[in-house]
Structures are given as structure tokens and as C-alpha cells.
């Protein structure tokens, strides 16, 4: 199966920085989603992005199909931020494969 | 929209009871639901697959006669564990598969299982 790794594992910031977190994967995927796992642990979705640009505000993600990466950028990063982030990628029987996620912590 | 509800959010159990958790899905209707499990300060780990009218199928090492998955409608799957232990204790995860023009996942708040 898919095999997927986040970087980096922990993540400190000041308040107001920016970050970028990484998600590599190992086969071609037909989903790529980002998560950000709040402190009661519910998943929100973030990026929908098995390939390309987006931007939410504050958020962008960048993902390579061809050499399977995907990037999320945390821009101006506030307290609210913290958290673990996660990727999931999936091949054509939709299944999500997580990687271990990114805990990031934004001090004030 | 694409909101997954569960219930309940948490519960706690005797060893050798049997719980059944209800995955949701509240404003549209999800073919495939999927279930995960996570524990703590770990990722999720994908269970089972439930597709609506047929039989789940399950990840390699997961019992399927102790983690019994029903998916009766578009709109409900549940997942009940029996006679649960306390190994069982963990995080349940259920998301739900928007079909159409993406395959994007939407979970569910998740169902924390204490089996004392």
C-alpha cells in the first residue's frame, strides 16, 4: 500500500510566523487531503488536493503528483494553529493512508 | 455541508460488554464510509471499509467478528465492538465518502471507547 511521511514530526513557532509543513507519498495517489486535528480530536478538512495550487486564507497547499509531495503552508501563524496536521493519500480504491502528522504549537 | 456526526462522543464500558457506535452522515448520502481507529499521540489507522448493502472489508489484523460493521443506509454505518477489553479502548474515527466529482473524505468527531 501507499506509504506516507510528514516533516517535520514537532514544530515551535512565535505567533506571526509562517510555516511549511511536507507530506511525501510513495505511488501515484488520487486524493490527497490535509487535516488539521483539533484538541477534541476532530478532524477538519482542510485541502482537498490530489494535484496543483490552493489557497484558504492563510492556509495554501501545493501538491506534485509527479514526484509525490504535497506542501502546507501555515502564513502568519496564530495560537489557533496548533495543533496536529495531518495528510492522507489514497490510491483508486479510496482509501486514506495518514502519515504520522506534524504537532505544531504556536506560542503567544 | 458534508457534515458526519457519531454518537456517542464518549463511553465507558465492563470488560466484556459490547458497544455499538453510529457514524452519520448528515446533508448527503456516503456509498462508503470508513472507519479508523487512533490512539493517543498516534495517526489514524484505517479499520474497515463500509459499503452501503454490502459486506465490510476489513484491513489486515483487524477481527472482524469483534469489530462487527453494519451500513443498513446511504446515511448510517454503525461499528460495534464485542465483548470489549480494555486493549479496546481508543478513538473511533468514522468519515464518510462524498461520491462524485472528488473522492474528498469528510469525519466524524470521533467516539472515545474507555473499556474498564
Known amino acids: 500500500g501507499i506509504q506516507v511521511e510528514q516533516s517535520p514530526p514537532d514544530l515551535i513557532l512565535q505567533e506571526g510566523a509562517n510555516s511549511t509543513l511536507r507530506c511525501n507519498f510513495s505511488d501515484s495517489v488520487n486524493n490527497l487531503q490535509w487535516f488539521h486535528q483539533n484538541p477534541w480530536g476532530q478532524l477538519i478538512n482542510l485541502f482537498y488536493?490530489?494535484?496543483g495550487t490552493k489557497q484558504n486564507g492563510r492556509l495554501s497547499a501545493t501538491t506534485v503528483a509527479t514526484e509525490r509531495y504535497s506542501l502546507l503552508y501555515i502564513s502568519s501563524s496564530q495560537t489557533t494553529d496548533s495543533g496536529v496536521y495531518f495528510c492522507?493519500?489514497?490510491?483508486?480504491?479510496?482509501?486514506?493512508?495518514f502519515g504520522k502528522g506534524t504537532l505544531l504549537t504556536v506560542n503567544p | 455541508g458534508a457534515v458526519v456526526s457519531q454518537h456517542p462522543s464518549w463511553v465507558i464500558c465492563k470488560s466484556g460488554t459490547s458497544v455499538k457506535i453510529e457514524c452519520r452522515s448528515l446533508?448527503?448520502?456516503?456509498?462508503?464510509m470508513f472507519w479508523y481507529r487512533q490512539f493517543p499521540k498516534q495517526s489514524l489507522m484505517l479499520m474497515a471499509t463500509s459499503n452501503e448493502g454490502s459486506k465490510a472489508t476489513y484491513e489486515q489484523g483487524v477481527e472482524k467478528d469483534k469489530f462487527l460493521i453494519n451500513h443498513a443506509s446511504l446515511t448510517l454505518s454503525t461499528l460495534t465492538v464485542t465483548s470489549a477489553h480494555p486493549e479496546d479502548s481508543s478513538f473511533y474515527i468514522c468519515?464518510?465518502?462524498?461520491?462524485?466529482?472528488?473522492?474528498?473524505?469528510?469525519f466524524g468527531p470521533g467516539t472515545r471507547l474507555t473499556v474498564l
Open positions: 492522507g493519500s489514497g490510491g483508486s480504491n479510496y482509501k486514506l493512508t
Open positions: 468519515s464518510a465518502r462524498v461520491a462524485g466529482a472528488t473522492d474528498t473524505q469528510y
Open positions: 446533508d448527503f448520502q456516503a456509498t462508503t
Open positions: 488536493i490530489p494535484s
